[in-house]
T-cell receptor
Framework: GAGVSQSPSNKVTEKGKDVELRCDPI?????LYWYRQRLGQGLEFLIY????????KSGLPSDRFSAERTGESVSTLTIQRTQQEDSAVYLC????????????????FGDGTRLSIL | AQTVTQSQPEMSVQEAETVTLSCTYD???????LFWYKQPPSRQMILVIR??????QNATENRFSVNFQKAAKSFSLKISDSQLGDAAMYFC???????????FGTGTRLTIIP
């Protein structure tokens, strides 16, 4: 498809388990962002990729969270030893931004992964 | 750091009427962009409209327009002729200079009354 694709759509797991969330950005988009949205709240920035490098990881809440991107395409967000406070919708977005200022390039979002920790 | 404030957690409007959603922000930048995104129950964030701060003219996209007051750091969204499909959460967003990561407001839930 032409849009940002995320999988799985929903994930239910037990506390303490590891989870992997996947994002397929729009082809040709060099910038990729992960955000977290807790129930009834706005989006919080987690991490930014430009190409395969992650120059801004400032939003990752703890060292249990990590992400990588390969081939300037697919990205995976991994949460280790999940806790109940990790329950949220995780949204991925991509854009044509080159990370050099203001490009006026909008971010295109996927449908998100709803993560529920039991 | 930028901050974005949406002071209306919920709004409702009669179908076909006009509604205005407010947003204020704080920044030290002089040239920047602002966005309004819509999030229906499907969860996907959909770009509604964008405003370039250096432009005097308010942005318009069909039934959606903004009232941009740069000096007051205010960026409100006006929806004219409201339709049932406009029901959603609306978020105001400000990009960071450089990597353009977005800072979002807390959102306004818009209900359309038939």
């Amino acid at each position: 498809g032409a849009g940002v694709s995320q999988s799985p759509s929903n994930k239910v797991t037990e506390k303490g388990k590891d989870v992997e969330l996947r994002c397929d950005p729009i082809s040709g988009h060099t910038a990729l962002y992960w955000y977290r949205q807790r129930l009834g709240q706005g989006l919080e920035f987690l991490i930014y990729f430009q190409g395969n490098s992650a120059p801004d990881k400032s939003g990752l809440p703890s060292d249990r969270f990590s992400a990588e991107r390969t081939g300037e395409s697919v990205s995976t967000l991994t949460i280790q030893r999940t806790q109940q406070e990790d329950s949220a919708v995780y949204l991925c977005a991509s854009s044509l931004s080159r990370g050099a200022g203001y490009s006026n390039q909008p971010q295109h979002f996927g449908d998100g992964t709803r993560l529920s920790i039991l | 750091a930028q901050t974005v404030t949406q002071s209306q957690p919920e709004m409702s409007v009669q179908e076909a009427e006009t509604v205005t959603l407010s947003c204020t922000y704080d920044t030290s930048e002089s040239d920047y962009y602002l966005f309004w995104y819509k999030q229906p129950p499907s969860r996907q964030m959909i770009l509604v409209i964008r405003q370039e701060a250096y432009k005097q003219q308010n942005a318009t996209e069909n039934r959606f327009s903004v009232n941009f007051q740069k000096a007051a750091k205010s960026f409100s969204l006006k929806i004219s002729d409201s339709q049932l499909g406009d029901a959603a959460m609306y978020f105001c967003a400000f990009p960071n200079f450089g990597n353009e990561k977005l800072t979002f407001g807390t959102g306004t839930r818009l209900t359309i009354i038939p």
